[in-house]
């Protein structure tokens, strides 16, 4: 079973930044998609981005444009979230999320149902 931890969550105030990053075991390297999407109480899970197995692509929710980044580790089984400019809108529980290999997780990479396995999530609180 492929197995996803997210780390780096915490309470940060307006303006400030956290790096946020999903590790995964227990399966192949293969081109696959990985996302971050969030999700706060009462309300739905919200795709924030989502990046290419080799890192060579990525989306952006309109929401976190310019202010969050997506990128690989070099060993392509780490990825992170940059997020720079937190607003308190940005309070949420974040997931890390990744496509089956052979997935077309790109034709919509929004899609909560483009993605096969999920991590527990962590919390990120942005206080004002």
């Known amino acids: 079973q492929v197995h996803l931890v997210e780390s780096g969550g915490g309470l940060v105030q307006t303006g400030g930044s956290l790096r946020l990053s999903c590790v995964a075991s227990?399966?192949?390297?293969?081109?696959?998609?990985t996302a971050w999407f969030r999700q706060a109480p009462g309300k739905e899970r919200q795709f924030v981005a989502a990046?290419?197995?080799?890192?060579?692509?990525?989306d952006y929710a309109d929401s976190v444009q310019g202010r969050f980044t997506i990128s690989r580790d070099n060993d392509m089984r780490t990825v992170y979230l940059q997020m720079n400019a937190l607003k308190p809108e940005d309070t949420a529980t974040y997931y890390c999320a990744s496509s089956a290999v052979g997935s077309t997780w790109y034709l919509d990479p929004s899609s909560s149902g483009k993605y096969d396995y999920w991590g527990r999530g962590t919390q990120v609180t942005v206080s004002s």
């Open positions: 990046i290419s197995w080799s890192g060579g692509g990525s």
């Open positions: 227990g399966r192949s390297i293969g081109n696959y998609g």
